[in-house]
């Protein structure tokens, strides 16, 4: 079986020579960056907000357990069922029994990363389930048979044509359909699934400590229908997306908007304390929160990498990297992509086959100077590069091959000492994959520079 990595290489060079591919990125990502820059503006001192963002996440990370028992008190105490999930496996048992105790026949999904990170849809399919996204991205990519492309905008890759082509495959729409029919289409077509669901199930930005509520923002609406219309609601979050207080709110929904998606607030923003009272006419009678770790309490344990706990999964930093920018998403084949995606998935996939991905950065830093929380990205992936440098099996190799390198590079005249031919047919036969096949031949000169100089008495 081909190893990530080398899949990875592959798909890196077919995606980065497609020139209609990386038109399409970086359209969409040039759309966002013009409205983050504007969005920026909002903010009389955007500093100073980062500032204060990335105290507020180092102080959960600091008191981490004391304010996860105070979120579970507080939940239980809105009447909240609350579960702790180490793993997949843990997740999908208490699904289960949820499915049978209500003869689940339908779920409505609301957008939500960590949903796609357990292979939830896949869960319910197997359990003779119907699950639908309800966010139109997120439906986008479920309808094409893919996973999102990216953490904010799922089906980044595609471009209008692309849809209106899935549309008429799947719904013998116009393929010449416009973005705001297709719209008008799936609001019709989803109000139904609303409508006859036995369960939502949705994400969660912000466990809320003080409150034991659970923050969430979306742009579509489609967010409080899944949590409204069905009797029953599961939330399933990380149990890194802690706030100590309900007033943080008023500084991370900001900042998670305009580094988002650049608007000064998302169009809707929920808090959910409970399962509807007696007196509430909408909301659902049951709400379980699962409380996932996931690999999480693994960087947690690593001192050097925690801080990316703090990650608010705005997506800013994969729309600042070149990197993410000419690859795209699927090239990564994990669920977080993009400097973030590299760092943490390492710890999250528990093998550390993933480690790779650390390397696919230049360390330029842009993905840390435009962190919200101010997490230092490209520290941590030069961080995890010497991590996994120092426990590979071809250190010893390696070492060898540099030691004796800059023996020779040092050393002038043990260099000029051999035959440019010999240099020029190291370079076709095993140097060209070092150098790589699609740049210009490095052809050594029949002479170095030192005797040309020397020849001509300068």
């Known amino acids: 079986m081909e190893s990530k990595s080398k899949i990875f290489q592959a798909k890196s060079e077919e995606v980065g020579f497609n020139r209609e591919h990386r038109r399409i990125l970086n359209y969409n990502i040039g759309q966002y960056d013009k409205a983050v820059e504007k969005g920026m503006h909002f903010f009389r001192d955007i500093e100073n907000a980062r500032e204060q963002a990335s105290k507020i996440k180092d102080f959960v990370l600091q008191e981490f357990e004391q304010l996860l028992i105070r979120f579970e008190k507080n939940a239980r105490g809105n009447g909240c069922e609350v579960e702790w999930a180490s793993e997949a496996a843990d997740v999908y048992k208490i699904l289960g029994k949820i499915i049978a105790s209500e003869d689940v026949r339908t779920v409505v999904k609301m957008k939500s990363m960590i949903s796609e990170e357990l292979e939830i849809n896949q869960f319910l399919n197997k359990n003779k389930v119907e699950s639908f996204e309800t966010d139109l991205g997120e439906f986008i990519v479920q309808l094409a048979g893919e996973k999102p492309y990216h953490i904010v905008t799922p089906a980044m890759h595609k471009s209008k044509e692309d849809v209106a082509a899935l549309f008429h495959q799947k719904y013998n729409m116009d393929p010449a359909s416009k973005p705001e ?258 740049r210009d031949p490095l052809v050594f000169a029949k002479e170095s520079f030192h005797l040309t100089w020397k020849k001509k008495g300068f």
């Open 181 to 438: 029919e297709i719209t008008g289409f799936v609001r019709d077509f989803l109000r139904e699934k609303f409508m006859s669901a036995q369960l939502g199930i949705t994400g969660a930005n912000f466990l809320i400590a003080e409150t034991g509520s659970i923050g969430l923002t979306e742009n579509e609406g489609n967010g409080m229908m899944t949590f409204s219309w069905p009797k029953t609601l599961v939330v399933i979050a990380g149990i890194e997306r802690l706030v100590p207080e309900l007033t943080d709110l008023d500084l991370f929904w900001p900042l998670l908007a305009v580094h988002g998606t650049g608007q000064h607030v998302t169009a809707y923003n929920t808090i959910l304390s409970g399962p509807a009272k007696s007196t509430e006419g909408d909301g659902p009678s049951r709400m379980v929160v699962i409380l996932f770790d996931g690999g999480r309490t693994r960087l947690f344990q690593d001192l050097d990498m925690l801080v990316a706990l703090k990650c608010l999964r705005c997506g800013a930093c994969l729309n600042a990297c070149p990197v993410y920018k000419n690859i795209g998403g699927f090239t990564y084949q994990t669920t977080y992509t993009g400097p973030i995606g590299s760092i943490i998935s390492r710890y999250m996939d528990g093998t550390q086959d993933m480690g790779f991905l650390n390397f696919a950065s230049s360390l330029c830093g842009k993905c840390t100077g435009t962190c919200p929380v101010k997490i230092p990205l490209h520290k941590l992936l030069l961080e995890n590069r010497r991590k996994i440098v120092e426990t590979s099996d071809s250190v010893g190799v390696e070492r060898f091959f540099f030691s004796n390198y800059k023996k020779l590079m040092m050393r002038r005249r043990k260099l000029e000492r051999i035959n440019p031919k010999w240099k020029n047919k190291a370079m076709t036969t095993v140097g060209i994959k070092v150098w790589g096949p699609r």
